[in-house]
T-cell receptor, first 111, second 114 residues
């Protein structure tokens, strides 16, 4: 099992460009999450999906959209990237009875 | 939104010493978690706490869920070099199977001097 995989690992964008961060899990978990981590900060929840077909806003959703493509995949889209979105993005998944399992992260720089 | 106040922000200790860190909140959480993050990696779960007053151990790590449900602490005994990293507390408002996300503290950066 690969657990939670994220692509790409690194990305540099120019202000105004768009991109999609991909996340996939092979643990058959129902719930999936996107967090961002800024220097000296803990992780902050952007969006989550309690189950396939549902998504909900977290603490910092502005500037992002998400798609729960199927049970395995949960993508995060930046339509018009801004320097304030420079961060490390983590995807996680879980089921009741276990806790959130995190991917390795995507390091995004917006110039 | 909810906030978790984690302290200390950083710790410089000698190998073999015991470590203690804690997290407090003005809000109630029904689940408290402790994660460790190594450089360039995602957080890894160390201990999960689900009941107020619960004390749980995982090897040299011990964590407690505060009676008021507004705090938690993590102790590491006899620290070793591989304990270096950033430790995060995290809380979830919904109990048990709730799918809501976690609120994280800002982390405690543990540095061990040989």
């Amino acid at each position: 099992n690969a657990g939670v995989t994220q692509t790409p690992k690194f990305q540099v964008l120019k202000t105004g460009q768009s991109m999609t961060l991909q996340c996939a899990q092979d643990m058959n978990h129902n719930s999936m999450y996107w967090y961002r981590q800024d220097p000296g900060m803990g992780l902050r929840l952007i969006y989550y999906s309690a189950s396939e077909g549902t998504t909900d806003k977290g603490e910092v959703p502005n500037g992002y959209n998400v798609s729960r493509l199927n049970k395995r995949e949960f993508s995060l889209r930046l339509e018009s990237a801004a320097p304030s979105q420079t961060s490390v993005y983590f995807c996680a998944s879980r089921d009741p009875g276990n806790e959130q399992f995190f991917g390795p992260g995507t390091r995004l720089t917006v110039l | 939104g909810q906030q978790l106040n984690q302290s200390p922000q950083s710790m410089f200790i000698q190998e073999g010493e015991d470590v203690s860190m804690n997290c407090t909140s003005s809000s109630i959480f029904n689940t408290w978690l402790w994660y460790k993050q190594d450089p360039g990696e995602g957080p890894v779960l160390l201990i999960a706490l689900y009941k107020a007053g619960e004390l749980t151990s995982n090897g040299r790590l011990t964590a407690q869920f505060g009676i008021t449900r507004k705090d938690s602490f993590l102790n590491i005994s006899a620290s070793i070099p591989s304990d270096v990293g950033i430790y995060f507390c995290a809380g979830r408002v919904l109990a048990g199977g709730g799918a809501d996300g976690l609120t994280f503290g800002k982390g405690t950066h543990l540095i061990i001097q040989p």
